[in-house]
């Protein structure tokens, strides 16, 4: 596609339940990175991946946070037991370092709501 | 530790004024990349402007320019003729390392409010 995809756009789901988001970058961009933005808040950092290297899990709060990303492309956030302070919107991005460094392209978000 | 520091939660500028959006960082990588994004009410990120620390030049882009002071480690936005629209959420953002894809981390942000 065009731009960065995300799925869903809204998800509400039980305390306690598992979640997964899925983000489709831009096809052609090595970089991919998932950020959590809580309301009014800057963006947190959680993972980040860069071709076939190891992706950079520094940013992931918990163990109930996991990532991956299949075949260089689409890449799952996977939330377990999801807690109330889960609750935000989880934007994903991507980018490629050619022909310039434009800066990443995010997707619209996935607002997750933990009730 | 704190990387990237926009100590400026809200700023307001008449409409057709310049505003400057403070961002002041903190690296010891010699490569590295600053960014500034906008997000408009409606969520989205919008990436205006770029500058790499190898630049000899002050980025520009339209409306858009970055005052970028190495020595001070500060890469201020500055919006010139403020519209309506530039009523947004401002991030500062920095990339170490080489290439376009090493991890990149986002200030706090700086809320503009335009005022007619």
């Known amino acids: 596609g065009a731009g960065v995809s995300q799925s869903p756009s809204n998800k509400v789901t039980e305390k306690g339940k598992d979640v997964e988001l899925r983000c489709d970058p831009i096809s052609g961009h090595t970089a991919l990175y998932w950020y959590r933005q809580s309301l009014g808040q800057g963006l947190e950092f959680l993972i980040y991946f860069q071709g076939n290297s190891a992706p950079d899990k520094s940013g992931l709060p918990s163990d109930r946070f996991s990532a991956e990303r299949t075949g260089g492309s689409v890449s799952t956030l996977t939330i377990q037991r999801t807690q109330q302070e889960d609750s935000a919107v989880y934007l994903c991005a991507s980018s490629s370092s050619y022909p310039l460094p434009r800066g990443a392209f995010f997707g619209q978000g996935t607002r997750l709501t933990v009730v | 530790a704190q990387k990237i520091t926009q100590t400026q939660p809200g700023m307001f500028v008449q409409e057709k004024e310049a505003v400057t959006l403070d961002c002041t960082y903190d690296?010891?990588?010699?490569?590295?990349?600053l960014f500034w994004y906008k997000q408009p009410s409606s969520g989205e990120m919008i990436f205006l402007i770029y500058q790499g620390s190898y630049d000899q030049q002050n980025a520009t882009e339209g409306r858009y320019s970055l005052n970028f002071q190495k020595a001070r480690k500060s890469a201020n936005l500055v919006i010139s003729a403020s519209q309506l629209g530039d009523s947004a959420m401002y991030f500062c953002?920095?990339?170490?390392?080489?290439?376009?894809?090493?991890?990149?981390?986002f200030g706090a942000g700086t809320r503009l409010f335009v005022k007619a």
């Open positions: 690296t010891s990588d010699p490569s590295y990349g």
């Open positions: 953002a920095m990339r170490e390392g080489r290439g376009g894809g090493f991890k990149t981390i």
